[in-house]
Each structure stands twice: as structure tokens, then as C-alpha cells.
């Protein structure tokens, strides 16, 4: 059988397929509760309308986003029995407490009292509807905080012990799973990269009414915000990232070599920008490179010693016995700079936007009308900088709104990649994890409705997204203005349609 139709292989595919489009929703979810959240307080503590309307207009999308992601996050689990029996057999005793705790506590508070906050518009206090949404913001880093536990543990599993007599893995000391420097630090690099991916979201939206001169005091607002939750983000993925870095290269040498394509051992280390030619045969030349970079990022120290992908090869086979303990080496090398590269290229994006912002050069209130009598919004103060300056920013700030997606997903497909050949690192092989029974034809089947519904649920949410992004923040009604001072409500208002329906 070709090995690259191999039941293990679709496997991996159908897996990744559906893992990589399920977190495109994540991310957003995450850091679109916090901000509307945070806008909602803004707007309960000054009764400014331009705070209600944003939080409005923002926490609409992220409803679209957390509705997708609830939807294509249970495959996932399908997928657990589908393809991957021996996995779930051999680990469910591990795997299956964090996941237990993600579903009775952090799901049990986000579906609970994300309907409190749909539903209770014209019905709770406003302090009380925008604790709904803060309590809403919790379960999301929760929920991420159990289910990267787990994920922790399948890189550096701890907290464990085999059953001689059944061959299982069984747990335990379950505070070592959540406790363990994989966890935290992977917690900290995720939640980061996720408050960056939801500031270019909000810049990005922000950047594209405002180019167009509509709902400017919102979406100014808006834009600020998503600006400095931008930077913030980025500075932050970025210490995270070299504290991940550092645990990865004690943890797993062989992924820190593959993501520098370094067959041999080096010290210094140098960090290659970009680099030509096979990768995966040892004939790279690198193009641009940082001396010591990458012993910097493995140790803190440009003089240490990284292994090369041979040596660490070596060491692996001595260890587990005779075998390939290589990655596919394009796909780590290339996926670490993709990642890096989206998602650094996105933050300076922020703080150039900041620079602009704080400097007034652009935001201006007033509108001007072109040549083609539309109304635009005056991008600057300074004649001669502002249009090409301020035309040129809206464009790529919205341009760029995707790059933190595509930088999550390089992420993801580096740190899952990068294992292999392991599914639990150094205890489980990926070949002797998948469902025995399950044959090509039925994982190519499964793995084709799942691609091809994923692309109608695409096709269902850009729609969606759009249609709201375009429709802009929407206007107040005298309730909206006027909230209920008590639980309940007005009981005259009994027969109002749904709050959910501003």
C-alpha cells in the first residue's frame, strides 16, 4: 500500500484538517469575550453610547465565532473513537480528567451565562449583564487552560504510571498535569497569541469602517483598543514564545533542531531568517541568518551547544530502539517562521497604528469629499503626509487582520508535527495509536464529509461575519438607553421580542 494512503497517514490529515479550522475560532472567542467585556464595563461605568454600540456590534461577532467553534470543536471528539482507539484506550484515564473538568466547569460557565448575557438585555441590571459577560471570559481561559493541560501532556507527559497488566497509562497526580512548565508556559503562549489575534480582528474591522468615513466615533474607539490589545498581545506571544522555546529544546531537542533544519551540532547556534535548497536532505543554504540567535532562544546563552538532527537521532535510537525519530523537517522549519513571521508582522503593524493614533496624524474628525463626491474621513491633519499615509494603513491594517489565523495555525501544525514520530512524546508512537478495524477507504470517507462540511460551515461563517461586519454597530432604542435598574424587568415588557434581536 502506498504509504502515502496509508489508514494512519488519513488519519493524521482528517485530524489535522479539522483541528486547524476549529481553531481559527478559538483565539477569537478567547479575546473577543474579554473585549467585549471590558467595553461593556466602559460603557456601565460612563453611559457613553458609543461603549453600548461597540459592545453590541462586537459582541455579535463574537457569537458567530463561539457558536462555529462549539460546533466544529466536537468533532474533535468523534474523531477520538473514529480513527484513534488505541490512542483514547491507552491515555483516557490521562487525557479524559482535564477534558472532564473543561466540560463541568468551564463549558457548564460559558453556555450558562453567555444565555444570560443574549437573553437579558432588558431583563438584568447592567452591572449584573456585564458580569455575565466577564463570567462568560472566564470559562473561555478555563476551558483553554484544561484542554492545553492535556494537550501538555501528550509533549511531556507526567504525573503517570503504566498498569503492567493492562499496558494503559494511568494517572496519577493529576496537580502535576495542570502544574507542569509545559502547561504554563503553553497556557501563557496560546492566551497571548490569542489576545493578538483578537486586537488585529478588531483594528483590522475598525480600520475598514473608518477608511470609509462610517460610524466614526465606535469604530475610532474600536480601533484604539484593538490597537493596544494588539501590541500588548504581540509583546507578550513574543516572551512567551522564547520562554516555550526554552522548554521545548529541554524537552523535545529533536523539534528545536528540526525548526532550524540543524543536522549537526552547533555552538553557537545560528537562527537562519531563510534558507534555500533541500531541507530535508542537509543541503539547505541558509540566506540570511542571526549568529548565536538560536542558541540564545534554546538556553538564554549565544554560546550553547544545540544538537543537530542526526545527533538527537542518534540518542533517540540508543533510547527507544532502532527507528526514525526525524519530523518532516520543511514543514518544522517552514512552519516556525511562518508562525513567527504572521504573527511579529501583524504586532508591528499595531504599533506603527499607535504611533499614528497617539501623534493625531490621522484621525481627524471631520469628512472630505473626493473626486467622486464620496464622503471620506479626513485621514490626517498634515496635508501632504495624510492621504497616502492614511490610505496606505486602512488597507493593510485590514489586510492583516487574517495574519495572527494564519500564525495560530502554522503554530498548532508545528507543535503537532514537530513530535512525530511520537503522539505521546517518548511513551506512544503515532503508528500504534490508530483504530486497528478502521481501513483506507473508511478514513478517506470520513476525512471527505468532513472536509466538505467544514468548507459549507466556512462558507456559512465568512457570509455571516460579513453581513454584520458591513451592517456596522446598530443604533439604540430608548430600552437600550434606559436598562432595567432591577432583576426582570418591566413586567408590561413581557410580550417584546428577543433582546437578542437588536
Not at 157 to 186: C, H, K, M, W
Not at 411 to 429: A, D, K, M, N, S
Request: contains cysteine; hydrophobic residues 50%.
Amino acid at each position: 500500500m502506498d504509504l502515502a494512503l496509508a489508514p494512519e497517514t488519513l488519519a493524521r490529515w482528517q485530524f489535522g484538517i479539522t483541528t486547524v479550522y476549529h481553531f481559527l475560532f478559538v483565539p477569537l472567542t478567547i479575546s473577543l469575550a474579554a473585549l467585549t467585556a471590558g467595553l461593556e464595563t466602559a460603557w456601565v461605568r460612563t453611559r457613553n453610547e458609543k461603549y453600548l454600540r461597540a459592545t453590541k456590534f462586537w459582541g455579535k461577532l463574537f457569537l458567530i465565532n463561539i457558536a462555529m467553534g462549539v460546533v466544529t470543536g466536537i468533532v474533535q471528539e468523534f474523531q477520538f473513537g473514529m480513527n484513534w482507539s488505541d490512542y483514547s484506550r491507552f491515555v483516557g484515564d490521562v487525557f479524559g480528567a482535564p477534558l472532564a473538568f473543561e466540560a463541568l466547569i468551564a463549558f457548564f460557565f460559558e453556555s450558562t451565562f453567555i444565555g444570560l448575557w443574549i437573553f437579558g438585555w432588558d431583563k438584568l441590571p447592567p452591572k449584573l449583564h456585564a458580569a455575565c459577560m466577564w463570567t462568560v471570559s472566564a470559562g473561555t481561559l478555563l476551558s483553554s487552560y484544561f484542554i492545553l493541560a492535556a494537550n501538555s501532556w501528550m509533549q511531556h507527559p507526567v504525573g503517570y504510571r503504566i498498569d503492567p497488566g493492562s499496558g494503559r497509562a494511568e494517572l496519577t497526580d493529576f496537580l502535576a498535569v495542570l502544574t507542569q512548565n509545559t502547561t504554563v508556559v503553553v497556557v501563557f503562549h496560546t492566551l497571548t497569541a490569542a489576545f493578538l489575534t483578537g486586537g488585529a480582528f478588531v483594528a483590522g474591522i475598525a480600520a475598514w469602517h473608518l477608511r470609509r468615513g462610517r460610524h466614526v466615533p465606535v469604530m475610532r474607539t474600536s480601533l484604539r483598543l484593538g490597537l493596544v490589545t494588539l501590541v500588548a498581545g504581540g509583546a507578550l506571544t513574543a516572551v512567551s514564545g522564547d520562554q516555550l522555546a526554552k522548554v521545548m529544546f529541554e524537552q523535545q531537542p529533536m523539534k528545536m533542531a528540526a525548526a532550524e533544519a540543524l543536522w549537526d551540532s552547533e555552538a553557537p547556534a545560528p537562527f537562519s531568517l531563510f534558507a534555500y535548497g533541500d531541507v530535508d536532505e542537509g543541503h539547505n543554504e541558509v540566506a540570511v541568518e542571526v549568529p548565536a540567535a538560536l542558541s540564545f532562544l534554546a538556553h538564554s546563552d549565544f554560546t550553547t551547544t544545540v544538537p543537530g538532527i542526526n545527533d538527537v537521532n542518534e540518542a533517540s535510537q540508543e533510547r527507544f530502539g532502532p527507528g526514525d525519530y526525524r519530523p518532516n523537517i520543511p514543514v518544522a522549519y517552514w512552519s516556525f517562521r511562518w508562525m513567527i513571521g504572521f504573527g511579529m508582522a501583524s504586532a508591528a503593524l499595531g504599533a506603527v497604528g499607535l504611533w499614528l493614533t497617539r501623534r493625531r496624524l490621522w484621525l481627524a474628525p471631520r469628512l472630505r469629499t473626493g473626486p467622486d463626491e464620496v464622503p471620506r474621513l479626513a485621514l490626517t491633519r498634515d496635508r501632504t503626509l495624510g492621504p497616502a499615509l492614511g490610505d496606505w494603513y486602512w488597507k493593510l491594517a485590514f489586510l492583516t487582520l487574517g495574519f495572527p489565523l494564519v500564525a495560530n495555525s502554522w503554530g498548532w501544525i508545528f507543535t503537532e508535527t514537530g513530535r512525530q514520530p511520537w503522539v505521546v512524546y517518548g511513551v506512544l508512537r503515532t503508528r500504534d495509536a490508530v483504530s486497528p478495524g478502521v481501513s483506507q477507504a473508511e478514513v478517506l470517507a470520513s476525512m471527505t464529509v468532513f472536509t466538505l462540511l467544514y468548507a459549507v460551515l466556512a462558507v456559512i461563517e465568512v457570509r455571516l461575519l460579513a453581513t454584520y461586519v458591513k451592517a456596522g454597530p446598530p443604533e439604540l432604542t430608548d430600552s437600550d438607553r434606559n436598562p432595567p435598574d432591577r432583576v426582570g424587568g418591566d413586567p408590561a415588557d413581557a410580550d417584546r421580542p428577543m433582546a437578542f434581536s437588536y
